[in-house]
């Protein structure tokens, strides 16, 4: 006997099994069958070798809005008309996968799938049972656990978190924006915790056990935004999947879409995405049809986006649309609770290393006096340093080289701006700020690459995502 769990559910059937096919007609036919059957919370359909729905309980009427007059009709009906959407978990299941996930389309929400065979006599073909499971009770009694947004210190997927009371109190703000389906807008540089924060969000304020969808938006190529965001129909364009793709949009239904660095998004693509954050529609590339979407949006970018927007290369709509709540996340420098963030990241280090990791007080005084251009991420990366080189007691003398004596007095470079770098542009009419500012940057940029000679280590002191850098880097060479 093979036996499939899901967390409280629990299934117990071979994994084939054989059976005359007149006895399994009347079992599915038998009005004590179906009395019990529809005693179950968890939905249950069964497809007969000739691809007929020839059963549902109760539940699984409910959630397919699938009613008692149309049993019998063909799978593929069913599929394109019911309110599940099970395409992808079976074309799994075609390559033998006998478990994984289903979405409701109307919500969003996600359920586990089992599916299994009963053989009839020598048909290879049988009957195809499906058991359909909701984790949102489990997933609730688990999250009512954790602490809540009025704590200082939080766990989020492995991320700690602390709130100083200023940014918790944004926080507590925030979460009421998202339950009433309000658009948060992070705002902070890189690395102070934007996408934590927003996962935070998405599983206090929302339903963990449906999708976040984190959506790098400076790693999509222009040319592929659309298709990426809102996905493709089959035979959309020379190279597309036989069976079309589903966007990130979609993805993300009933749930969360995270659309981080949105400052990078090119200005030609940023009015196909203020169309869905107009009236929630997507229409995929090849498909004539538009369909309605609705989820929860996110935001969040290290860019100024009003100096974008007096520049032109960022939508003012665009703009409002998104930060309908914004959230300004103080980089790691100015807040208080450097201390706490410290403690926590410790005892995480201890949990994992299964020996104690203690500082002395300078090597903590020299952490904590630290500028940390960084942020979070600088700071968890030196801690997990500590964790490899420090046996027991941390002393200054095992910190990364340059934050034990002088915390990185090399991340302040002169720049040099050749003398002639403005008279050298074509500042004739028609020469803009922005022509001026791009010289700059990529002046700013070429130091940088010549001062470190690793593109990761330049973007990470400059406080930009690699993607973004490549992005300029080509735009300098060409």
């Given at each position: 006997m093979e036996t499939a769990k899901f967390q409280s559910f629990h299934v117990e059937l071979k994994a084939s099994a054989a059976i005359d096919r007149s006895q399994i007609e009347a079992l599915f036919a038998a009005r004590e069958f179906r009395?019990?059957?529809?005693?179950?919370?968890?939905?249950?359909?069964?497809?007969?070798p000739?691809?007929?729905?020839?059963?549902?309980?109760?539940?699984?009427?409910?959630?397919?809005?699938?009613?008692?007059?149309?049993?019998?009709?063909?799978?593929?009906?069913?599929?394109?008309?019911?309110?599940?959407?099970?395409?992808?978990?079976?074309?799994?299941?075609?390559?033998?996968?006998?478990?994984?996930?289903?979405?409701?389309?109307?919500?969003?929400?996600?359920?586990?799938?089992?599916?299994?065979?009963?053989?009839?006599?020598?048909d290879t073909r049988g009957y195809h049972l499906y058991w359909l499971h909701d984790p949102e009770g489990w997933d609730r009694n688990r999250r009512g656990t954790g602490t809540r947004s009025g704590g200082r210190s939080h766990q989020e997927n492995g991320e700690t978190l602390s709130f100083p009371s200023d940014l918790r109190s944004q926080i507590d703000r925030a979460l009421k924006a998202y339950a009433r389906s309000f658009r948060i807008l992070l705002l902070g540089e890189s690395g102070v915790g934007k996408t934590a924060i927003a996962k935070h969000i998405h599983a206090s304020a929302g339903d963990p056990a449906r999708p976040f969808v984190h959506v790098n938006c400076g790693s999509i190529p222009e040319t592929l935004f659309e298709s990426e965001m809102f996905g493709y129909e089959r035979?959309?364009?020379?190279?597309?999947?036989?069976?079309?793709?589903?966007?990130?949009i979609e993805s993300a239904g009933g749930g969360t879409l995270f659309l981080d660095e949105v400052g990078e998004i090119p200005l030609?693509?940023?009015?196909?995405?203020?169309?869905?954050?107009?009236?929630?529609?997507?229409?995929?590339?090849?498909?004539?049809?538009?369909?309605?979407?609705?989820?929860?949006?996110?935001?969040?970018?290290?860019?100024?986006?009003?100096?974008?927007?007096?520049?032109?290369?960022?939508?003012?709509?665009?703009?409002?649309?998104?930060?309908?709540?914004?959230?300004?996340?103080?980089?790691?420098?100015?807040?208080?609770d450097k201390d706490i963030i410290l403690d926590a990241l410790i005892a995480r280090a201890n949990q994992e290393r299964g020996r104690l990791l203690r500082l002395s007080p300078d090597c903590r005084a020299t952490i904590l006096a630290h500028s940390f251009p960084g942020?979070?991420?600088?700071?968890?990366?030196?801690?997990?340093?500590?964790?490899?080189?420090?046996?027991?007691?941390?002393?200054?003398?095992?910190?990364?080289?340059?934050?034990s004596t002088a915390p990185f007095e090399d991340s302040?470079?002169?720049?040099?701006f050749p003398a002639g770098i403005v008279d050298s542009l074509d500042t004739s009419e028609g020469t803009t700020l922005k022509d001026l500012s791009r010289a700059f940057e990529d002046h700013i940029i070429k130091v940088f690459l010549d001062r470190y000679g690793s593109k990761r280590e330049t973007a990470r002191r400059l406080g930009i995502d690699i993607a973004t850098l490549v992005r300029k880097t080509t735009r300098t060479a060409s």
């Open positions: 009395t019990v059957a529809d005693l179950s919370p968890d939905p249950f359909l069964v497809v007969s000739e691809d007929t729905v020839l059963f549902l309980n109760d539940a699984a009427h409910k959630l397919a809005g699938w009613s008692d007059s149309r049993s019998g009709a063909t799978f593929a009906t069913f599929l394109q008309q019911s309110n599940l959407d099970l395409d992808d978990f079976l074309a799994a299941a075609e390559k033998g996968q006998a478990q994984g996930q289903v979405r409701a389309r109307s919500t969003g929400r996600f359920y586990r799938v089992l599916r299994r065979a009963l053989s009839v006599g020598t035979g959309a364009f020379t190279g597309a999947l036989q069976a079309g793709k589903r966007g990130y030609a693509s940023q009015a196909k995405l203020l169309k869905f954050l107009e009236d929630s529609t997507i229409q995929s590339v090849g498909s004539a049809v538009s369909r309605r979407v609705e989820t929860n949006v996110v935001a969040a970018t290290n860019r100024d986006l009003h100096s974008m927007m007096s520049e032109g290369t960022f939508r003012k709509d665009l703009y409002f649309r998104l930060a309908t709540f914004p959230v300004n996340i103080p980089p790691l420098r100015e807040r208080e942020n979070l991420r600088e700071l968890r990366s030196i801690v997990e340093y500590l964790d490899i080189v420090a046996d027991e007691l941390a002393e200054t003398s095992d910190l990364p080289e340059g934050l302040t470079i002169p720049l040099n």
